[in-house]
């Protein structure tokens, strides 16, 4: 069965300061893993996404996710954080047998000038 | 612009009144779910619909219902609604099931209060 776990259900951080938020998962199968952002009182959006290919995925907006198969994790980094950064993240994975995909339960990134 | 709607944004509701949450999409997607928020927490799948084809999580309650009468609408039903229902309910849309790497597409939500 699949799982995912995040570490840390908040991350507090300093603007233009880099962060990590941890994202580890289980699964039996080549797996599909995701990023979503919810902004205060608004649904979840995707940040990136892999699916096969190269390790490393990037953002529109800065943020970078790298696939580690031996690690099986999908940690999120941005090198610079910004204000606009405040939400609450969900890593979430799912697999080619699946109807369905498996959310964390969330990191609140929190910016403080 | 393509996207995912629900309406109400807000809704109040009395301890056992029944109410019903609508949402609909512009996408043309196969597929829509619902999903349960509750504070600081994950987003639980209740059910979807892979076109008619309905689907429930097994651990579901029979409180909640859903229907969806055509490829835009969907809604859920909750019949009986108790202090526990009192949460976020995400709606969202994709072309195809997770097994495919599909992304999803989630509308604004509906926050419920029961009184």
């Known amino acids: 069965a699949q799982s995912v776990t995040q570490l840390d259900s908040q991350v507090p951080v300093f603007e233009e300061a880099p962060v990590e938020l941890r994202c580890n998962y289980s699964s039996s199968v080549s797996v599909y893993l995701f990023w979503y952002v919810q902004y205060p009182n608004q649904g979840l959006q995707l940040l990136l996404k892999?699916?096969?290919?190269?390790?490393l995925v990037e953002s529109i907006n800065g943020f970078e996710a790298e696939f580690n198969k031996s690690q099986t994790s999908f940690h999120l980094r941005k090198p610079s954080v910004h204000i606009s950064d405040t939400a609450e993240y969900f890593c979430?994975?799912?697999?080619?047998?699946?109807?369905?995909?498996?959310f964390g339960s969330g990191t609140r990134l929190s910016i403080r000038p | 612009d393509a996207m995912v709607i629900q309406n109400p944004r807000y809704q109040v509701t009395q301890f056992g009144k029944p109410v019903t949450l609508s949402c609909s999409q512009t996408?043309?997607?196969?597929?829509m779910y619902w999903y349960q928020q509750k504070s600081s927490q994950a987003p639980k799948l209740l059910f979807h619909?892979?076109?008619?084809?309905?689907?429930n999580e097994a651990d579901t309650p029979d409180n909640f219902q859903s229907r969806r009468p055509n490829t835009s609408f969907c809604f859920l039903d909750i019949r009986s609604p108790g202090l526990g229902d009192a949460a976020m309910y995400l709606c969202?849309?994709?072309?195809?099931?997770?097994?495919?790497?599909?992304?999803?597409?989630f509308g604004p939500g509906t926050r419920l209060l029961v009184l």
């Open positions: 892999y699916l096969s290919g190269s390790t």
């Open positions: 996408l043309n997607h196969n597929v």
């Open positions: 619909y892979y076109d008619k084809d309905f689907n």
């Open positions: 969202a849309t994709s072309t195809a099931l997770a097994g495919r790497g599909e992304t999803q597409y």
């Open positions: 979430a994975v799912s697999d080619s047998s699946a109807s369905k995909i498996i």
